[in-house]
């Protein structure tokens, strides 16, 4: 399974699993070690990943942080967990001190669901006291996946993270002020815009009246391109649908038909996390930009191409019974119960040769 395909499958994992998890050393087992696996490291090899790393402080021995990924044998991240509902920021101080007694470049506070991640760009050898980077585990985008594989065990380089980690801070922090900004709007960033517009002196009046208007003109700026990029994706869709309809009609009978809305689908995590599995068996073999799925109120179909006329499998998983259905050669329905979604995995070698038999477009080596 690619990175981004695990990274996003535990996301669902943990939107779906979270509130059964009770305590804290749950949360470990279900989402951090799960998490840490994706990065490369094995979490059973004490040469990769050392489970209560001892850090002792001073006199005061015993002190231990709760995993420790090492690289040639030396520190490199250290890692400090909490149960998934717990407030990260009144612990910072605790990964502060082990921070302080290790080697480790980089420290990582988490509940499973937030992540955040410690350097010390301020002070050498001394953590800084604001991430320089975090992110939550159930809203990964891209943008995300990309930032989090530079700590991948294959291409992980320290001067690349760190060069990366104060283009993040800065980042991180120049947001927060333009969002304090446009809540509310200082002096000196009023008179940024109003001597540009305003031809007199800028008294305390004029002032006051700029500031509401300043900070009316931002928001209205932000919910301008936030409309602009909902209609944008609204019509690209209309566009993928109306192509749809016209290239599954018959070729010479073509007849456009307005549908009702389906209101009562909804797309569950655990069909998200069937189709992340589903693709990740897929792409081994085939382009993973074709491999598309469809949801339906009964059911939930993975397809190549968008198109209907080319699934790959289907999957009942809404009640208490789940199944999957293959195709054979000849496009028979075969059906299989499984008990949990990682049966998929059983039958990898139909669904790769179901997909192939569309077409003979390999991934190239």
């Not at 420790?68 to 250290?78: A, E, F, G």
């Not at 101080?93 to 470049?105: A, C, I, N």
């Not at 993040?168 to 002020?177: G, S, T």
């Not at 199944?323 to 499984?338: A, P, Q, T």
């Amino acid at each position: 399974m690619d990175f981004i395909d695990l990274i996003k499958a535990l996301s669902e994992k943990v939107s779906r699993l979270k509130d059964s998890i009770q305590t804290e050393e749950a949360t470990k087992n279900a989402f951090i070690m799960p998490f840490i696996a994706a990065l490369g490291y094995d979490v059973f090899n004490p040469h990769e990943v050392v489970p209560e790393f001892v850090a002792d402080l001073g006199i005061k021995k015993g002190e231990k942080v709760d995993y420790c990924i090492m690289k040639d044998d030396k520190p490199v991240i250290i890692v400090e967990c909490k149960h998934w509902k717990e407030d990260l920021n009144v612990h910072n101080s605790q990964l502060h001190r082990y921070f302080h007694v290790t080697t480790s470049k980089f420290g990582i506070l988490t509940n499973g669901v937030t992540y955040k991640f410690y350097t010390d760009l301020v002070e050498p050898n001394k953590m800084d006291d604001k991430p320089f980077w975090e992110f939550t585990m159930t809203d990964i985008s891209d943008a995300t996946v990309a930032e989090l594989k530079k700590y991948h065990k294959n291409i992980f380089d320290i001067e690349n993270i760190l060069n990366a980690a104060t283009e993040l801070k800065y980042n991180r922090e120049i947001k927060k002020i333009m969002l304090d900004e446009m809540n509310n709007p200082t002096d000196a960033f009023v008179r940024h815009f109003a001597k540009q517009i305003h031809t007199g002196i800028l008294t305390a009046k004029v002032m006051e009246q700029f500031t509401g208007v300043v900070k009316k003109s931002l928001n209205q700026l932000v919910s301008d391109m936030i409309s602009d990029r909902l209609k944008s994706a609204l019509q690209t869709e209309t566009n993928r649908e109306y192509s749809d309809v016209v290239s599954s009609a018959p070729e010479k009978d073509v007849v456009l038909t307005v549908s009702e809305p389906e209101s009562k689908i909804v797309t569950t995590e655990i069909e998200k996390e069937a189709f992340f599995i589903v693709k990740s068996i897929l792409r081994t073999q085939f382009d993973a930009n074709r491999i598309v799925y469809r949801d339906a109120q009964s059911y939930f179909s993975v397809l190549i191409d968008d198109n209907n006329r080319k699934p790959v499998c289907r999957l009942y998983l809404d009640g208490s019974k789940k199944g999957i259905v293959l195709f054979d050669e000849n496009r028979k329905e075969i059906k299989y119960e499984i008990k949990t979604i990682d049966d998929i995995y059983t039958h990898s070698d139909q669904l790769i040769a179901t997909a192939m038999g569309y077409d003979n477009k390999k991934v190239a080596n």
